[in-house]
């Protein structure tokens, strides 16, 4: 599985961005994606998870104001941002998580896409 991420910009504070991530390869055996951030000097976070069923789930942080879809026909992930905060400045990075027939978890990264938010 290869993952292509973009859409990271500059916004100013209560602006809006839409980060997609493109997937390709043996995407049939992706069972969740996630979007992860992090800041500097600061460990990775897990910000919003969507299983293959098309379950989500949110980091407190980000609940009401990130939304996070797939198009299947497209193949891609899709973060959109609203109500940005300047503490929501952070590399963003996409992840696919995949299991074989034996039940051995594998992990893709994107490369990760920069969102600042200033003023």
């Known amino acids: 599985v290869q993952l292509q991420a973009s859409g990271g910009g500059l916004v100013q504070p209560g602006g809006s961005l839409r980060l997609s991530c493109a997937a390709s390869?043996?995407?049939?055996?992706?069972?969740?994606m996630n979007w992860y951030r992090q800041a500097p000097g600061k460990e990775r976070e897990l910000v919003a998870t969507?299983?293959?069923?098309?379950?989500?789930n949110y980091a407190d942080s980000v609940k009401g104001r990130f939304t996070i879809s797939r198009d299947n026909a497209k193949n891609t992930l899709y973060l959109q941002m609203n109500s940005l905060k300047p503490e929501d400045m952070a590399v963003y990075y996409c992840?696919?998580?995949?299991?074989?027939?034996?039940?051995?978890?594998?992990?893709?990264w994107g490369q990760g896409t920069q969102v600042t938010v200033s003023s």
């Open positions: 969507i299983t293959s069923g098309g379950s989500t």
């Open positions: 992840n696919a998580i995949s299991s074989d027939s034996l039940g051995q978890r594998y992990d893709y």
């Open positions: 390869g043996n995407i049939f055996s992706i069972n969740a």
